[in-house]
């Protein structure tokens, strides 16, 4: 079974502060990442993909995730959040045998304080 | 640039009606459709994806009678909830992938929010 897991739900920050996600995978074979972003009452954004080459990707917004297969990982990172950052992350894999529909992680709630 | 349409973005219904919920690509040809469920809790389940030249794919759970799709050409979908009960509300979003291969990137609408009474 392929899986996606995001082990924090909710994770609460102050404006500048850096934030990481956390997003683990379990399949062996070749995987395709993503994380999309999700404000209140919309749909999902698109920040950033992995499938190969350099493992730091760089998304929209400031947003980079890092990609480890020995961690099995695809974290999300941001040095320096804004309270527009407020939102709902998913992190997603599209398994390279099942198809090109993607695998959605339960989401990670980012909550920006002034 | 690439947009995903969907419509109508939100709907109530009555308990045993039926709705039709569309998709359309604008900018790109979308080389596969895939139709999501989002619950209440926020969980994505995958109902359906269609590709170019197969037919479509259901996830366990969900099956054409219930949800039944219509793809005159892959950049138009449209799904229907049949017979929808409350166990259906959720939002209901599309997303189509641009290019051949599992690489393309996927382009998600809005949403249609269903909500049953």
């Known amino acids: 079974t392929q899986t996606v897991s995001q082990s924090d739900a909710h994770v609460t920050v102050f404006e500048g502060d850096s934030v990481e996600l956390r997003c683990n995978y379990s399949?062996?074979?070749?995987?395709?990442l993503s994380w999309y972003i999700q404000h209140h009452g919309r749909g999902l954004q698109f920040l950033l993909k992995y499938y190969s080459g350099n493992p730091v990707v760089q998304g929209v917004n400031g947003f980079e995730a890092e990609f480890s297969k020995s961690d099995s990982s695809f974290h999300l990172r941001k040095a320096s959040v804004h309270w527009s950052d407020s939102a709902v992350y998913f992190c997603?894999?599209?398994?390279?045998?099942?198809?090109?529909?993607?695998?959605f992680g339960t989401g990670t709630t980012v909550s920006v304080s002034p | 640039g690439a947009l995903v349409y969907q419509y109508p973005r939100r709907t109530i219904c009555k308990s045993g009606t039926s709705m039709r919920m569309e998709c359309q690509a604008v900018?790109?040809?979308?080389?596969?459709v895939a139709w999501y469920r989002q619950s209440p809790q926020k969980t994505f389940e995958l109902i359906a994806l269609?590709?170019?030249?197969?037919?479509?794919?259901?996830e366990q759970n969900f099956t054409q009678e219930k949800f039944p799709i219509s793809h005159p050409n892959l950049s138009f979908s449209s799904m229907t909830v049949l017979n929808a009960y409350l166990e259906d509300r959720g939002l209901y979003l599309c997303g189509a992938r641009d290019e051949t291969g599992v690489t393309g990137q996927l382009y998600f609408g809005e949403g249609s929010k269903l909500t049953v009474l």
């Open positions: 399949y062996g074979g070749s995987i395709y």
């Open positions: 997603a894999a599209s398994m390279n045998q099942g198809g090109r529909a993607l695998i």
């Open positions: 269609s590709t170019v030249n197969s037919a479509i794919k259901y």
């Open positions: 900018g790109f040809q979308a080389t596969s």
